[in-house]
């Protein structure tokens, strides 16, 4: 049976993208935050056997693609994940399914990663689904300056952060100082009888504050660093980094307000980092800390 080209768009807004055999589709599974049940995965091994060839990839983004379903099978396979809770979609111009790494139980791990994945996913993939932007918008959550997910190469990126303090009257000027050696960034130092850190060097990553045995250095800020703008593919920018330490709270109405300033501000195929670039970075994060986006939410999505 020939398949229209309206077809192959109306199925792939559904989650349902052309094989190369031009025969065929590749369904999506949306994962939420990247944790899929057992039940659910054996959901998905029958859905390959018996609609598909077989085979379940994993994409780069944390979704999963069964391919090798025919046209004709298209509504059965969505009928088939609903019954374990999973939905097909997570392509056009719009927010896409989010992206975070194992912080939530990873040993470096300085935010609940999986459970923010989860939120944004229910507030903003789920919330902003019917809603077309001027391009794609991809999210990631890092758990800690090790980038492993690289929150900075995506439209908007969150990254665990915890800024240590010394606290001089417990830090005991020991003959090695642990700290020292364990920073991985070099940037804490004995110097004067005491341990000193170099904020231009240190990354908030957190580690040293479970290595004094003293508990010299403790928490002066914990929360997430953002990144805006970032991409990577047929062309590359590195997210621009927000000046300060945000609460997820506030991270998140960040979040909204950098797909709400994207929906009014963004002009059709152009990335939100090139938004960034043609508008101004100040400008745009004044807009991002400051602005009334929020308060002007239904107006700016009433935008056709
Ligand atoms: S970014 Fe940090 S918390 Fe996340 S997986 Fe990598 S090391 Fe673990
Ligand atoms: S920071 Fe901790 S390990 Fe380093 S000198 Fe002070 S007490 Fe010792
Ligand atoms: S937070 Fe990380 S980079 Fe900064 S001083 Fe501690 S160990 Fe070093």
């Not at 020939?2 to 807004?13: C, H, L, P």
């Not at 049940?37 to 598909?52: D, I, P, T």
């Not at 970075?281 to 991002?288: F, R």
Request: charged fraction near 25%; hydrophobic fraction near 35%; glycine fraction near 10%.
């Amino acid at each position: 049976m020939a398949i229209s080209a309206a077809d192959r768009k109306r199925v792939k807004s559904q989650g349902f993208l052309s094989n190369r055999d031009g025969e065929h589709f590749s369904v999506r599974i949306i994962t939420e935050n990247g944790v899929l049940s057992a039940s659910q995965l054996k959901n998905l091994s029958e859905v390959a056997e018996r609609f598909g060839n077989g085979n379940i990839s994993f994409t780069s983004r944390m979704t999963l693609e069964l391919p090798g379903i025919s046209f004709e099978n298209i509504e059965a396979v969505k009928e088939y994940v609903a019954k374990d809770g999973m939905v097909t979609g997570g392509t056009g111009a719009k927010v896409r399914p989010v992206v975070s790494c194992k912080g939530s139980v990873c040993t470096f791990g300085l935010l609940d990663t999986q459970a923010i994945a989860t939120q944004i996913h229910k507030r903003f993939f789920e919330g902003y689904g019917n809603v077309t932007l001027p391009h794609k918008f991809k999210i990631a959550v890092g758990g800690c300056p090790n980038n492993c997910v690289k929150p900075d190469l995506n439209d908007f990126g969150i990254t665990g952060q915890n800024r240590p303090v010394l606290n001089t009257e417990a830090c005991r000027g020991c003959k090695k100082c642990l700290v020292e050696s364990s920073c991985p960034m070099q940037a804490a130092h004995f110097e004067e009888g005491t341990c000193q850190i170099n904020r231009e060097l240190c990354n908030n990553c957190g580690i040293c504050q479970r290595k004094c045995p003293f508990g010299a250095i403790e928490t002066h800020t914990s929360g997430c660093r953002i990144y805006i703008g970032g991409r990577w593919g047929k062309q590359i920018r590195h997210g621009s980094m927000l000046k300060g330490i945000f609460s997820v709270e506030e991270a998140l109405d960040i979040l909204e307000k950098s797909i709400l300033l994207f929906k009014e501000k963004g002009q059709p195929h152009e990335r939100f980092g090139s938004m960034i670039d043609r508008i101004g970075l100040d400008k745009v994060e004044q807009e991002l800390l400051e602005g009334d986006l929020l308060q002007r939410k239904q107006q700016i999505l009433e935008k056709a």
